[in-house]
């Protein structure tokens, strides 16, 4: 390797295999939204404690976040079709979850949807809290691409520095 193409990052690597892909038909066994949710965290928890920078980790950690919510509102509204009522399963087959990522109309569905067949439950449920949560993040990522169209729409001259941007948490709010 020359001190040159070193310089230059331009030094050509042996591709070494990340991951171990078994042979013949597979299918990855993960529970995805606690990896959305736990990674988000750590990334937060991160930035809140100066180990990460809010303008470079925050933003993947509330994109992280982002997505739990997403797969949390779609398992609630995939689940809760199999119900008729809070006291029948249904026996037909149910209605699919549609492939969106608008949070906005997947919590409208959830509450169209699920109160009947919650009964007396949906009433102790946040719901306040969850539409201001919904609300925070549609603003920040309204289409579940902001962190891509962040990274390659901004240029070098109008990105915030990593340091810049702020995280707050409902503490720091007081």
Request: charged share 25%; net charge positive.
């Amino acid at each position: 390797m020359s001190g040159e193409s070193s310089r230059l990052g331009t030094v050509k690597w042996k591709h070494v295999p990340f991951f171990q892909v078994p042979p013949g038909k597979w299918k990855i066994g993960a529970i995805w939204d606690l990896a959305y949710y736990e990674t988000a965290e750590y990334v937060i928890q991160g930035v809140l404690e100066r180990r990460l920078f809010p303008g470079v980790h925050g933003v993947v950690g509330v994109f992280l976040f982002r997505h739990f919510v997403e797969l949390e509102l779609k398992y609630i509204l995939f689940h809760s079709r199999w119900l008729k009522d809070n006291q029948t399963n249904m026996k037909e087959d149910i209605e699919a979850i549609a492939r969106i990522h608008n949070l906005d109309r997947l919590w409208a569905d959830v509450k169209a949807e699920t109160p009947p067949k919650f009964g007396d439950t949906w009433k102790t449920f946040d719901i306040a809290f969850i539409d201001e949560v919904v609300k925070e993040l549609t603003a920040v990522d309204p289409v579940s691409y902001s962190a891509t169209t962040v990274r390659c729409s901004a240029s070098a001259s109008t990105r915030p520095s990593p340091s810049s941007t702020s995280i707050t948490t409902p503490s720091s709010r007081r």
